[in-house]
Structure formats: C-alpha cells, structure tokens
C-alpha cells in the first residue's frame, strides 16, 4: 500500500514573540502539526474541511513578495502544495510589511490555514479584517470562520483617524452607514441590520440624511447575513463599502469565511 504524501505544507515563524508553526496535510486527510518548543499535534482533518481546502489549494499559483526594508515585527509564511519541488510555492509577510500589496487569494489562503490550525488546537480564531484610506478606517469582525448554518453575525467599525470630520450623505435617517453584499452570491440572502435595526420591510422617512464623524471619534453597526439558498461548501466573501450610498465607497473592506454545508 502506497504511502500518503504530503501535498499541502503551510509554515508561519516570526513576530514578536518568534511563533513557530508548520502544518503538513497528506492527501489521506491526515495531519502532522509541529509548534514551538516541539510541541506536535497529530490526526486527521474533518473530510468536509479537507475537502474544501484541497478545492481551495487547487487554485493558487506561485508566487513572492519581500518585506518592507522598514518592517519589523512581521510573520513570514511559506505553502507549498503539489508533489515534493514540483507544485505551487508561495513566500509572502504580513500585509502592512509587505512591499507590494498582497491578492486575495494570499490573503485567503492566510485566513483559511490559520482557522484550520486554530481548531486543531481548540483556539479561537479572530476572522477581522481592516482597511483605510485618507484617514477613514474600516474594521470588520465576523463571529467566527467556520459556519455549518447560515448566519452569519457582522461587527462593523468605522473611525475617523484624521484631522477633519468626515461627511457622507444617507437615503434616510433609517439606512445603516455601510453596504453590505455577498460576492459570490446575486440572490438568496438577506443582510439585516440589529444596530441600527433595518432590513428590506423597514419603513421610514424619505429624506437624505446628512452624516459626520468628527476626528477620533466613530460609528458601530451590527448586521445579520441570513443566506437563504442552498450554498455548495465553500469559501465565500462579504464585501462592506462605506458609506452605504456611495457609488464610489471611501473605503472598502472584504473578508472571507467557510461554509462547511
């Protein structure tokens, strides 16, 4: 009987606390998990989870970037995947050191093996993810990364880190300050805000409202994604612009998560 190889090997070192992190996956599912200190973690992935991070794997390519010469206190990550010097190598740093803006699917691939690593270990994994541009900051934070149902809970975090207020219109005093919107998916779902409360049924006063943040302050909202459709397991993305009427958001936020089906 064949021996299993490795095809999937994602390793992360580094920050301030020098971490130390490399993950083989064999292509029977089993796992070996080595962290700092030698401590080793031994089993076999959930075969759903398998599944879509191998669907996953399948679509990356090479690829490489350096860090910042001024960066310190960065991760650096290395994948590999395929047979042994003939697959897909990718070298890259965490986004803010890296030198060169990172595409998504780095970013993805990020996301998804920490999640994995996390569960193999019973730790929690904080899915957030932040942009800005022109002292407007956008922060997002799902409840997790890994979904079997379809609700997913969405904290969101504008701040205004300049020096001037920030001023952006609303259809009416109802609307919620962001726009949010699943990529992969035209149909089937509902995104509900819980603060402010609004959904597609909410009624209100048809009058612009006229918004500003001042400096150093900012505004929170809370939303619901109720996907109503059959979903094929998957990794899917939310995209969140703000502010909600804008044609051309200032700022633009998109954040993967896993439904396991």
Known sequence: ???PHTILRYERHGGIAGISEVLEIADDGTFKL???YGVTVEG?????????????????????????????????YELSFGPSGKGVMMRWVDEFAASEELPLYVVDIESVM????????????VNFRINSSNGVQVEVLLDKFFYKRNEIELYIRVRNTGNTSIEYASPTPCHPDFRVSLLEVEKGYQVKFKKPYFSDETVCIQVIDTR???PNDEKVNEAQILITSKLAPGLYHIR????YSSEEPLVEVTIPFLLEG
């Open 212 to 214: 500003s943040i001042a």
């Open 1 to 3: 009987m064949n021996r």
């Open 34 to 36: 080595t962290r700092s």
């Open 114 to 125: 920490n999640a994995v690593i996390s569960t193999l270990i019973n730790s929690s994994f």
């Open 240 to 243: 969140v612009r703000f502010p």
């Open 44 to 76: 076999k992935l959930d075969p759903k989870v398998f599944k879509i991070v191998w669907s996953i794997a399948e679509k990356l390519k090479d690829f490489s970037v350096q860090p910042k010469s001024n960066a310190v206190d960065f991760f650096e």
